[in-house]
């Protein structure tokens, strides 16, 4: 390593370890590999996404940190690609080696309360919200707040650890404290939301930082169904987006990428729904749209290089490919690439489920509607025989 600034630069052929080895660990791991890093991975499962990737695969929980601590050994920094790891194994890896985003601001994110109560206590705007510890406190919560969302702790991405109480009472409340399994959890109020977008902050080890445009939203059923950018939003609301992301990057002391889901809720009013310290969903399209994509700039940060521009270059949009899709098998991926500009990303996955995410279809245009409208195009000729579709043909018109 040599050293740039204030941080330690990892060159290329040095070793990047990675907390995770699903999708979005593989796909930050192959534009490692294309920078000439070489990549080691921890996660329960041996043949996961990013093991095709890999030269080397630790196969143990999250929670055993002797296997972290083999990871840690074997690298020139670590990184991670999902948040839920112990603070034990995030203690043990930064005591070995440069870990990327960090153990607090990691500790932070992971618990939504814990998250929700920092960004309140630090003046970042949220939502009505109040932490629940038990049965009571949760009905009491659904009571002050009315039409509500619990939402566990920990875990419970994509939909699950999630209950809707759309219509309030102590029942409602009871039952829906019961479905999150029982246990410490978040109760926020329903909002009256225009759009739902997000903001991704590249932060390197010394401070400096670069914002990507904005990506505009839409969720079926708590999972993500597709993305766009540019968002059509007003240039105030993107501005006041862009400023609000980097606050938190910056209070938080992320080394590497933070994602900030946000909702906006009229007037230009923004509120952050959550955060997350690694690539995100809504933002594969950074691929097609950007001079720098995601998973390259991820590794530039980690690696304390220098930042590349995260301008836009063309319109470019994602639909996310659930398992509900391999209902029948396999299903006709030609017929999606049938369409010109429509690129296929399949994740690697032996096992198909409902709402499991398999890969995503991307697409540019020469506007945010045309790349939209080619990616849904190619998500809906994959065949009719599936329970779930990212939307209608129709996309919804930009604010």
């Not at 501005?239 to 938080?252: K, S, W």
């Not at 994602?259 to 952050?272: K, N």
């Not at 390259?296 to 930042?307: K, N, S, Y």
Request: hydrophobic share 45%; proline share 7%; with cysteine.
């Amino acid at each position: 390593m040599t050293r740039h600034g204030t941080a330690h630069v990892v060159l290329p052929g040095a070793t990047i370890g990675f907390l995770g080895g699903g999708q979005l660990g593989r796909m930050t791991a192959f534009a490692a590999r294309a920078m000439g890093y070489d990549v080691a991975v921890l996660d329960p499962d041996p043949a996961c996404p990013a093991a095709a990737v890999a030269s080397r695969v630790v196969t143990a929980p999250y929670a055993d940190v002797d296997a972290a601590v083999e990871l840690a050994r074997a690298c020139d920094v670590v990184t991670l690609e999902i948040e839920q790891i112990p603070r034990e194994t995030l203690e043990a890896v930064a005591a070995i080696v440069p870990l990327r985003p960090g153990v607090e601001p990691v500790w932070i994110v992971q618990d939504r309360a814990r998250q929700k109560e920092w960004l309140r206590s630090h003046g970042f705007p949220v939502g009505p919200f109040a932490t629940a510890t038990t049965e009571a406190e949760c009905v009491q919560a659904v009571d002050a707040l009315g039409p509500s969302i619990v939402k566990s702790c920990f875990g419970g991405y994509d939909g699950r650890g999630q209950v809707r109480v759309l219509r309030p009472s102590a029942r409602a409340a009871a039952e829906a404290w019961s479905g999150v399994g029982a246990r410490r959890s978040v109760v926020e109020a329903f909002l009256d939301v225009v759009e739902e977008l997000s903001v991704l902050v590249a932060r390197r080890p010394d401070g400096t930082s670069v914002v990507f445009p904005p990506s505009r939203n839409h969720h079926a059923h708590g999972v993500l169904a597709w993305s766009v950018t540019p968002t059509g939003l007003a240039p105030a609301v993107e501005g006041r987006a862009a400023e609000l992301a980097r606050g938190i990057a910056d209070t938080l002391g992320i080394e590497g990428l933070l994602a900030v889901e946000l909702f906006h809720v009229g007037d230009g009013q923004l509120l952050v729904n959550e955060l997350a310290p690694r690539p995100h969903n809504t933002f594969h399209h950074t691929e097609r749209a950007c001079e720098t994509s995601q998973f390259e700039q991820l590794v530039r940060a980690i690696c304390a290089l220098p930042l590349g521009s995260p301008a836009l270059v063309r319109p470019g949009a994602i639909a996310n490919l659930l398992g509900d899709l391999w209902a029948n098998g396999l299903p006709d991926v030609t017929r999606a690439l049938e369409y010109p500009g429509v690129r296929l990303h399949l994740y690697g996955k032996a096992e198909a489920r409902p709402g499991r995410k398999m890969g995503h279809l991307s697409a540019s245009g020469e506007t945010a509607d045309a790349a939209l409208r080619s990616a849904l195009d190619a998500y809906d000729a994959l065949g009719e025989a599936r329970s779930e579709r990212p939307t209608s043909r129709r996309a919804p018109s930009p604010v």
